[in-house]
């Protein structure tokens, strides 16, 4: 069965810091990955999506970007964080959206 | 994707049957209507989806209009752990799902 895994849970970071938030799939090849950001009391935002290695679309202009390095693993960075930041991320990954979103747990980050 | 329109937040008592509506009078024929619900501090989970035909599942079950301008997805009998944020995506781009701010469904003792 496939299985999406997403770390950390949380996160505290200080403004200006760097950021690394990795997501991997298991039991599919070839996935379309998402990232999603979700502030508080508001929807969910597409930020990246990627539809193969080293495939990136970004959705919004901003302060962070994203790899896909190898064909399960998706990567949510960001050289400085600024406090806008701060949120909840969601990796999620698909066959075809069609056919439905699998997403992990989300990291909560808060920028300080 | 199709514009939706939701209410921002409904109230259902303990065992009792929801109906959640949405409207997504641009959908075009070919786009799915999907719905996925997000429980607190959780990332959403998939629901149902349909194109023109009711559909049912373990979860819920889903009732389209015959225009396709709207549908309703049926909770049969509420229970606490379905207090949750319920998203309806009308049509989806081949990869990307557009969700909106969905409806707040809270669930009475």
């Known amino acids: 069965s496939q299985t999406i895994h997403q770390w950390p849970a949380t996160l505290v970071q200080p403004v200006g810091s760097p950021l690394s938030l990795e997501c991997t799939v298991e039991?599919?090849?070839?996935?379309?990955l998402y990232w999603y950001r979700q502030a508080a009391g508001r929807g969910l935002q597409l930020l990246f999506y990627?539809?193969?290695?080293?495939?990136i679309s970004s959705e919004v202009p901003q302060n962070l970007s994203a790899s896909r390095p190898q064909d399960r693993q998706f990567i949510l960075s960001s050289k400085k964080l600024l406090l806008s930041d701060s949120g909840f991320y969601l990796c999620a990954w698909s066959v075809l959206a069609l056919y439905g979103y699998t997403f992990g747990s989300g990291t909560r980050l808060t920028v300080v | 994707d199709a514009k939706t329109t939701q209410p921002n937040s409904m109230e259902s008592n303990e065992e009792e049957p929801v109906h959640l509506p949405c409207n997504h009078s641009t959908i075009s024929g070919t786009d799915y209507i999907h719905w996925y619900r997000q429980l607190p501090s959780q990332g959403p989970e998939y629901v149902i989806h349909g194109l023109t035909s009711n559909v049912n599942n373990r979860m819920a079950s889903l009732a389209i209009a015959e225009d396709r301008k709207s549908s309703t997805l049926i909770l049969h009998r509420a229970t606490l752990r379905d207090a949750a944020v319920y998203y309806c995506?009308?049509?989806?781009?081949?990869?990307?799902?557009?969700f909106g701010k969905g409806t707040k469904l809270s669930v009475i003792p």
């Open positions: 039991g599919t090849s070839n996935p379309n």
């Open positions: 995506i009308g049509g989806a781009g081949s990869y990307q799902l557009t």
């Open positions: 990627s539809v193969g290695i080293g495939q």
